[in-house]
């Protein structure tokens, strides 16, 4: 575990495998912290040849925390955030694994600062600045469940428990039993983790400060997109979207697989990283 200071916040990072292999930042999505990306997954990567980084988000992990409602940041300032974890271990680029509202972020990175990404892979994301037909996004039966949040207790560890884990439960995909025993063993991490789990849902109140109206289109270094055929959160539409508009950039869906990472499924998707991006 290392500490980086960015923009005057504390940012709690890990890394995996040999400094001397190319680096990869893993940049999760919004409400999660690092162990959205399991060590499996982490080793797998380092295994193949990348000094992997994850680190905790702003407001999650053992990251700079606010209390629920009080963050005054953007997601821009997250994007500076990767750059400031990538100044940290002193990478002058890298390659970027986003997921999610991190693969929106890593986007931007990627706009702003090309020389600092040696590639892009993103994982169950959209494009940043959409500006096409409406895409389809979050399903009725995410929402409803989100719609529990205004009620729930976050010092009862039981309700804050279950309520996390019908929201990985309802990311899952079709291709493999919802694994339980797993989940609940990483929340229970999760919850000891933060001083103030609610304040992970700062996220959903998140904006930007300019415009980024199809500037997805504008990203120029290699590009992979993975993204699960049974996403119920940005569905594979999103990815289509992505593939479309970048040039040169390549799309694989992932059946059976949702908004997730399922353990079953690192090894495959190590491999896919490593084999679609340039080292």
């Known amino acids: 575990m290392k500490m980086i200071e960015s923009q005057g916040i504390q940012i709690a990072t890990q890394a995996f495998g040999s400094p001397d292999d190319p680096g990869l930042i893993m940049v999760m999505g919004a409400t999660a912290s690092m162990l959205g990306w399991p060590d499996t997954f982490c080793a797998a990567l380092a295994n193949r040849g990348f000094y992997v980084i994850r680190f905790d988000h702003r407001d999650t992990g053992q990251s700079t925390t606010v209390q629920p409602g009080a963050a005054r940041y953007t ?21 970027i694994l986003g997921m999610s509202l991190g693969g929106y972020i ?13 590639s892009l892979t993103l994982l169950a994301s959209e494009p940043l600045g959409w500006d096409g037909p409406a895409l389809p996004h979050i399903s009725k039966e995410f929402l409803d469940h989100f719609g529990n949040l205004a009620s729930l207790n976050w010092s009862s560890e039981t309700e804050a428990t279950e309520f996390l884990l ?13 694994n339980e025993t797993y989940m609940r063993s990483r929340i229970e991490q999760i919850l000891a983790r933060t001083s103030s789990p609610a304040s992970m849902f700062n996220h959903a109140t998140l904006d930007t400060r300019q415009d980024w109206t199809g500037r997805f289109r504008d990203i120029t270094v290699p590009v992979l997109i993975l ?8 569905p594979v539409e999103n990815g289509e979207a992505l593939a479309a508009g970048i040039v040169g950039s390549e799309l694989i869906v992932l059946d059976g697989i949702g908004h997730e990472l399922p353990l079953s499924k690192v090894e495959t998707i190590a491999d ?8």
Do not use: C, W
């Open 75 to 95: 997601v821009e300032d997250m994007a500076s955030d990767v750059v400031g974890v990538m100044d940290g271990y002193g990478l002058d680029s890298a390659h």
């Open 227 to 234: 993204h699960g055929a049974d996403d119920p959160i940005l």
């Open 106 to 118: 890593s986007q931007i990175v990627a706009v702003i600062k090309p020389d600092r990404v040696r």
């Open 272 to 279: 896919l990283i490593a084999g679609g991006v340039p080292q």
């Open 166 to 178: 019908t929201s990985e439960r309802l990311s899952g995909g079709s291709g493999q039993n919802f």
